[in-house]
């Protein structure tokens, strides 16, 4: 539930902290990131379910990167007006 509503609001965030001109570099680097965290989250799942032999700490990694992209929000600056336009 929360991540449908983080990728509906990580979208809108992006087009406000995107400078005028560069949505398109901003909007490729979100979707390579996208792709990336995909690949990376499966084979970090399927790393740590054989390692520990269980379902559990196999999806650890989904917590820990969730708890990075959370860090990361940390040092995103915005100022909350609408200035574009």
Known sequence: MFITAQLASSRTLLTRL??????????????????????LGSALVRIFTGVFKSQQAGFAPI????????VGMQFVKHDGKEDRG
Do not use: R
């Open 18 to 39: 995107a400078p005028a001109g560069q949505s398109a570099s901003f909007f490729g680097l979100y979707a390579l990131s996208g792709t990336v965290t995909v690949w």
């Open 63 to 70: 917590a820990m990167l969730l708890l990075l992209g959370f």
